[in-house]
């Protein structure tokens, strides 16, 4: 995107704008996994990587260590479409049988929209420390569900990584 991904404008709005309409609703414990001073402007508490250049697996581990929850809702700053009802619904069919609790719909598993346990911190330590940064190798490591999602509602998991996503976005939301 040639830019910070999470400052990217949809609807005249930052993708972390978006993401964070949709979850005030459920908490307003939000912290963001920043190593930019880019997200000053938001008021929430900013984390930095613990470990740099870990992607993904990286984030959700900082996220998880500085967390004073047992579950955790992570959301990658990317999908600008996700909605607090569907938001809900992850949060309502997650249990304490699973540490991770996903989306997937019938095209891939959404890993970045999840519920995430700090019990798989030490998982995540190790996948780390190995340079297995894979995401579905994470999954395929801990005790998850994947919660089906179809039709529209899985649009909002569209996330954006490149430029002609975003005009295709913006030209579909446009019909809409």
Known sequence: M???KGLVLFNKKPFI???????LPISNEIQ???NTSDYDYLPYKKIKDIELDKGPVGGIYSALVHSNSDNNLILSCDVPLISTELLLELIAKHTSNFEVS???DENKIHPL?????KKIIPIL???IEENDLKMMHLLEKVN???IE?????SKQFKNVNSLAELKELNTKIGRL
């Open 144 to 146: 998850h569900q994947i």
């Open 17 to 23: 704008e978006h993401i964070i309409e949709a979850a």
């Open 2 to 4: 040639q830019s910070e």
């Open 32 to 34: 963001l996994v920043t």
């Open 149 to 153: 999602v179809a039709g529209e509602r």
């Open 102 to 104: 996903v989306f997937g």
């Open 125 to 127: 330590k190790k996948a």
């Open 113 to 117: 929209i999840g519920i995430y346990s």
